[in-house]
């Protein structure tokens, strides 16, 4: 199974960005996704994460009101809108996702799989 982030980049203060990962392998299934971030220095965190069935968002206090995560199940696809972004978005964004039904949650052991990252650096 791989999952491959991509759409970060440099962005001012005040812009959006969309970040997408796409899994993909053979009789892969997820029954969640969801995104982390690493600033440099600091541990990854929560950003914000999706289960398919039954559908339920989470977001961590820091983003939520500015990201949107959404995606497609069939497609084992999974977005990320950002917006109003603050230099301290600045980070390297994981995506990941988890197979085992019942282990949704904001916290990284619950997911089985992981991509490679993304980065998303917000100037002042």
């Known amino acids: 199974v791989q999952l491959q982030a991509f759409g970060g980049r440099l962005v001012q203060a005040g812009g959006s960005l969309r970040l997408s990962c796409a899994a993909s392998?053979?009789?892969?299934?997820?029954?969640?996704m969801g995104w982390f971030r690493q600033a440099p220095g600091k541990e990854r965190e929560f950003v914000a994460a999706?289960?398919?069935?039954?559908?339920?968002?989470y977001y961590a206090d820091s983003v939520s009101g500015r990201f949107t995560i959404s995606g497609d199940d069939a497609k084992n696809t999974v977005y990320l809108q950002t917006n109003s972004l603050k230099p301290e978005d600045t980070a390297v964004y994981y995506c990941?996702?988890?197979?085992?039904?019942?282990?949704?949650?904001?916290?990284?052991?619950?997911?089985?799989?992981w991509g490679q990252g993304t980065l998303v650096t917000v100037s002042s």
């Open positions: 392998g053979h009789s892969f299934s997820s029954r969640f």
């Open positions: 990941a996702a988890g197979v085992v039904a019942g282990q949704f949650s904001r916290l990284m052991a619950g997911y089985d799989y």
């Open positions: 999706i289960n398919w069935s039954p559908s339920v968002t």
